[in-house]
């Protein structure tokens, strides 16, 4: 699952989207983008989410693996 935090950039700063392990094995992981993206993650289904760009002109795909390198 992936979570936000986007009113908590006080708190946590721009790394505000988090993996969430639901069977309780690894808790909350917070995900380093390689770019700055913005706004609430949206859920596409099979582990995959969308991310807009910070100027809000592109849209990312992102899953785990993708963020593994």
Do not use: C, K, N
Request: hydrophobic residues 35%.
């Amino acid at each position: 699952m992936v979570a936000s935090t986007a009113d908590s950039d006080e708190d946590w700063g721009q790394t505000r989207h988090w993996l969430v392990d639901t069977t309780g094995t690894h808790g909350f992981l917070p995900i380093d983008y390689p770019m700055p993206v913005s706004g609430e993650p949206t859920a596409l289904g099979s582990g995959v989410w969308s991310t807009l760009s910070e100027a809000r002109d592109a849209l990312y795909v992102w899953g785990p693996r993708v963020l593994e390198g």
